[in-house]
């Protein structure tokens, strides 16, 4: 078999980097999980490649150079490692002083924070805080409250120096970018879907980055991260279901043009401007051809380009495994059909989507894209907070 694809993928080009899209704290529930789901003489070669790719390897051959969470993933590590969890959060009730089942989430929650973090400190030290960080996100509940969002991302980034605040890039959020970039704080956006929310935080990160070197800070570590969420902006009602509501002509596979456009244009448009951050994708969407073979085309679209690929642990093995004996090439370069792309901009929602002055900031709650995926982060952080909340 071929060397590892992931590896393979990352070496198209130096500015590529692969993240964990999970808490670093499952990585062992995901070898053991994935690789019972393979036929048996695939597991030894699975178990093989990914001892050498993570926590079990030298910190030098990682293939991971960072992990994004949030509080759902923080909540999928409790609930894939409840026994260990129980115990903590017992540990956690004793030492709280308070009352609230919130205030106890919190807790929790940061620990989740810390504990990850701990886990990627030798590559960040080893990098010199270039590589290494994970992301941290304030809670999901607070997206439209700014001052309550900065008071919680100085918690999430106090317990780490490799910890990158995840704020969402909704209205309120905006400003926070700059708050934290004045500090010398990384950060990454969330919630994030279309070209003017991307460049809204880039210019919010850059102005708080100037002030913050102005006045002779330059801490190390910093880094900032925009992601751009593919399938949950292609997979939206406005967008997905408009399409299917008005019976266009236009495929599956041809809608994740539409995140290739959107990625493409503002990874580019960061080099143009000199704005100091990088684009990061996520919600890569599984396909299957008429043959029964999986691929990823939100991955493949990608390959070689100046981004940040954050992979959920499903899609780690999927890519690991199918694509073990493909070829993988450079399509960095490749321009969006241009055939494929008159078809998507006749859908109102993406037109609106890749214009950079298509939303205003204060239209960004509005977003159909990003009201659907808060509604899903906050269900999963108040599943998160019941439970621990049993314990006060």
Same mark, same amino acid.
């Not at 800070?217 to 751009?228: D, E, F």
């Given at each position: 078999?071929?060397?590892?694809?992931?590896?393979?993928?990352?070496?198209?080009?130096?500015?590529?980097?692969?993240?964990?899209?999970?808490?670093?704290?499952?990585?062992?529930?995901?070898?053991?999980?994935?690789? +019972?789901?393979?036929?048996?003489?695939?597991?030894?070669?699975?178990?093989?490649?990914?001892?050498?790719?993570?926590?079990?390897?030298?910190?030098?051959?990682?293939?991971?150079?960072?992990?994004?969470?949030?509080?759902?993933?923080?909540?999928?590590? *409790?609930?894939?490692?409840?026994?260990?969890?129980?115990?903590?959060?017992?540990?956690?009730?004793?030492?709280?002083?308070? @009352?609230?089942?919130?205030?106890?989430?919190?807790?929790?929650?940061?620990?989740?924070?810390?504990?990850?973090?701990?886990?990627?400190?030798?590559?960040?030290?080893?990098?010199?805080?270039?590589?290494?960080? *994970?992301?941290?996100?304030?809670?999901?509940?607070?997206?439209?409250?700014?001052?309550?969002?900065?008071?919680?991302?100085?918690?999430? !980034?106090?317990?780490?120096?490799?910890?990158?605040?995840?704020?969402?890039?909704?209205?309120?959020?905006?400003? *926070?970018?700059?708050?934290?970039?004045?500090?010398?704080?990384?950060?990454?956006?969330?919630?994030?879907?279309?070209?003017?929310?991307?460049?809204?935080?880039?210019?919010?990160?850059?102005?708080?980055?100037?002030?913050?070197?102005?006045?002779?800070?330059?801490? @190390?570590?910093?880094?900032?991260?925009?992601?751009?969420?593919?399938?949950?902006?292609?997979?939206?009602? +406005?967008?997905?279901?408009? *399409?299917? @509501?008005?019976?266009?002509?236009?495929?599956?596979?041809?809608?994740?043009?539409?995140?290739?456009?959107?990625?493409?244009?503002?990874?580019?448009?960061?080099?143009?401007?000199?704005?100091?951050?990088?684009?990061?994708?996520?919600? !890569?969407?599984?396909?299957?051809?008429?043959?029964?073979?999986?691929?990823?085309?939100?991955?493949?679209?990608?390959?070689?380009?100046?981004?940040?690929?954050?992979?959920?642990?499903?899609?780690?093995?999927?890519?690991?495994?199918?694509?073990?004996?493909?070829?993988?090439?450079?399509?960095?370069?490749?321009?969006?059909? /241009? /055939?494929?792309?008159?078809?998507?901009?006749?859908?109102?929602?993406? @037109?609106?989507?890749?214009?950079?002055?298509?939303? /205003?900031?204060?239209?960004?709650?509005?977003?159909?894209?990003?009201?659907?995926? +808060?509604?899903?982060?906050?269900?999963?952080?108040?599943?998160?907070?019941?439970?621990?909340?049993?314990?006060?």
């Amino acid at each position: 078999m071929s060397e590892n694809a992931w590896r393979r993928l990352q070496a198209l080009s130096n500015e590529t980097e692969i993240w964990w899209d999970s808490s670093p704290l499952v990585w062992p529930n995901f070898v053991e999980s994935y690789m +019972a789901g393979l036929p048996e003489e695939d597991r030894a070669w699975f178990k093989n490649e990914t001892d050498g790719m993570f926590l079990d390897a030298p910190v030098e051959n990682w293939a991971f150079k960072g992990c994004t969470t949030n509080p759902p993933l923080s909540w999928a590590v *409790i609930q894939k490692r409840t026994d260990e969890w129980v115990e903590i959060i017992k540990e956690k009730r004793k030492s709280y002083k308070g @009352k609230s089942q919130y205030g106890l989430f919190k807790e929790v929650y940061l620990e989740t924070v810390k504990r990850g973090a701990e886990k990627l400190l030798p590559l960040f030290e080893a990098s010199d805080g270039k590589l290494g960080h *994970i992301s941290g996100q304030v809670d999901p509940n607070l997206i439209k409250d700014e001052a309550a969002m900065k008071e919680m991302a100085d918690e999430v !980034a106090a317990q780490s120096p490799n910890v990158m605040v995840k704020i969402p890039a909704s209205t309120a959020g905006i400003p *926070i970018f700059k708050y934290l970039a004045s500090k010398g704080i990384a950060t990454n956006a969330t919630t994030c879907f279309n070209v003017p929310q991307i460049m809204a935080v880039a210019h919010s990160v850059a102005e708080g980055r100037k002030e913050h070197l102005a006045a002779g800070g330059n801490r @190390k570590g910093w880094k900032a991260v925009i992601t751009q969420m593919s399938g949950r902006l292609e997979d939206s009602a +406005a967008f997905r279901g408009y *399409i299917n @509501k008005m019976n266009m002509d236009i495929s599956p596979l041809e809608l994740r043009v539409a995140s290739e456009a959107v990625v493409k244009k503002t990874a580019n448009l960061l080099i143009e401007r000199d704005l100091p951050l990088k684009m990061l994708q996520c919600s !890569a969407r599984k396909h299957i051809d008429f043959e029964g073979n999986v691929f990823y085309p939100h991955i493949e679209m990608f390959a070689g380009g100046p981004l940040v690929y954050t992979v959920p642990p499903a899609v780690i093995g999927d890519y690991l495994y199918h694509y073990r004996n493909r070829e993988i090439v450079n399509n960095w370069n490749n321009t969006p059909d /241009a /055939a494929v792309m008159d078809k998507l901009l006749q859908v109102p929602y993406f @037109k609106k989507s890749y214009e950079e002055d298509g939303y /205003a900031v204060e239209q960004f709650d509005e977003i159909t894209s990003l009201k659907e995926n +808060a509604a899903v982060f906050s269900a999963a952080t108040n599943d998160m907070i019941d439970f621990v909340g049993k314990f006060v």
